[in-house]
């Protein structure tokens, strides 16, 4: 997720206040929301956490009264504006926070900024590059004179692992499992083992 603007209003907003799911807007989506911590609410939700597993699933269901509680308390769709939402969306130029779903980010991308081309990318976003030029126009130079990006670059490994977990979940939905190798049985009851003991 990355802000493109000041967001201070958000401080105005009511616990708890969130930004629809775009796949889902009965549901809010956990990158950007509203809530005033304390320890009770701490607690509750660590309780709850242990039964419904991840951040959004139980954000969801542990402030299950969102989607009809309040309509005041439903963040405009400029707080999440996924990428593919921004290039439709009639209003894009207002996002306040875009949300770069998958595993291809802007700043995962490598960048030549003497190329500044499609083909300087390591991967490409069909109909998005004017987006990642945007990225690499306003941020790139930043983090070159900060030296932020030197330190990013160590972490594109990281990065092309990730890539990787995601061919690799993509091809495990798709039937496509790797029976000899990742998915081996032997493999899955150790993962499966280190959650659990």
Known sequence: MRCWSQNLALFEYEELSAAPDPGWPDCFNSGVFVFRPSLN???????????????QGV????????????????????????????VLYRYGYHAKFVHFLGGTKPWHLSYDPQAANESSFRDSIKNFQQFIHLWCDNVYDFLLSDGILSWSLELQAAAETEVDDLEHRSMWEEGRADYMGKDAFNNIMRKHDLFLY
């Open 41 to 55: 609410t701490h607690i509750q939700i660590l309780e709850h956490a242990a039964q419904h597993g991840g951040d």
């Open 59 to 86: 954000l969801n269901t542990f402030f299950s009264d969102w989607a009809v509680k309040d309509i005041r308390k439903h963040l405009s769709i400029v707080y999440n504006l996924t990428i593919d939402i921004l």
